[in-house]
């Protein structure tokens, strides 16, 4: 017996057992998903766990964004999965996710979900860098268990370079404004959640009244539409 089972890590045998029933599952379904669409898309995997900005052997260059009024920003990162076609000139960007859809439901409206998905327009920025063979860079979540339906869901990314510059202005001068507000969204699927003040809520309200947040708040636009928060209080 593993030393981490003997250990109790994985938790109640029970549950451990019926964990392990749904990962093999979840993990057959995956290959059996991965193996058509890669042959529907004539795409092979080029890069798994691709690094960029890290100190490590083989990373590919920091994204370098700059922004007004002459402030450079950088981002490391990984990338879950690279796919190329056969000619190498298009390339699919795949970041995997285990949870449920219904919070990323926005990014079919919005690419950057309002401020809050800023990770895979800057993972194709960094794939563009560091592949110059590339024409096409296109990027996709996708829901990797049955939880989330194995579903994907593409992010456009066809003229979102402005936006992303101006999103992040915003919250870079947030950020040095010292602007740190505690808005409640996802609290019920949030860690924090039973430690976070039950009157976060009523908090949110007033201080989103406050006109220092109001370019923070402009972030939202078409996103806030889209969603209700879920908080328990
Ligand atoms: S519980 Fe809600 S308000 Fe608290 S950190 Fe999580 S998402 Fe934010």
């Known amino acids: 017996m593993p030393k981490s089972k003997r250990g109790g ?9 019926a964990l392990k029933h749904e990962m093999r599952h979840d993990l057959l379904a995956f290959l059996a998903a991965d193996s058509r669409w890669r042959a529907e ?3 092979r995997p080029l890069a798994v766990e691709g690094h960029f900005g890290m100190p490590l052997a083989g990373s590919w260059p920091a994204v370098t964004l ?3 009024p002459g402030e450079t920003v950088q981002f490391c990162g990984r990338i879950d999965r690279i796919d190329v076609d056969a000619t190498g000139s298009r390339a699919v960007v795949i970041d995997y996710k285990t949870g449920a859809y219904d919070r990323y439901r926005v990014l079919q409206h919005d690419p950057l979900g309002g401020g809050r998905f800023l990770q ?10 560091a592949l110059p063979q590339l024409q096409s860079v ?20 066809e003229g979102v370079a402005d936006r992303l510059h101006d999103v992040l202005g915003r919250i870079a001068s947030g950020i040095r404004q010292g602007l ?3 808005r409640p969204l996802d609290c019920k699927a949030c860690p924090f959640d039973r430690l976070c003040p039950a009157t976060r809520q009523v908090l949110w309200e007033k201080k989103a009244q406050d006109p220092v947040l109001a370019p923070y708040l402009s972030l939202f636009g ?3 539409a889209e969603e209700t928060p879920t908080c328990s209080p």
Not at 120 to 129: E, S, T, V
């Open 9 to 17: 890590v994985p938790g109640r045998p029970l549950l451990w057992e």
């Open 41 to 43: 898309q004539q795409t």
């Open 66 to 68: 700059r922004l007004p």
């Open 120 to 129: 895979l327009p800057i993972y194709a920025l960094a794939a563009r860098a």
């Open 138 to 157: 296109e990027a996709q979540l996708w829901f990797v268990t049955r939880r989330g339906g194995l579903r994907r869901q593409a992010v456009a990314l």
């Open 180 to 182: 740190f507000p505690a």
């Open 222 to 224: 078409l996103a806030e």
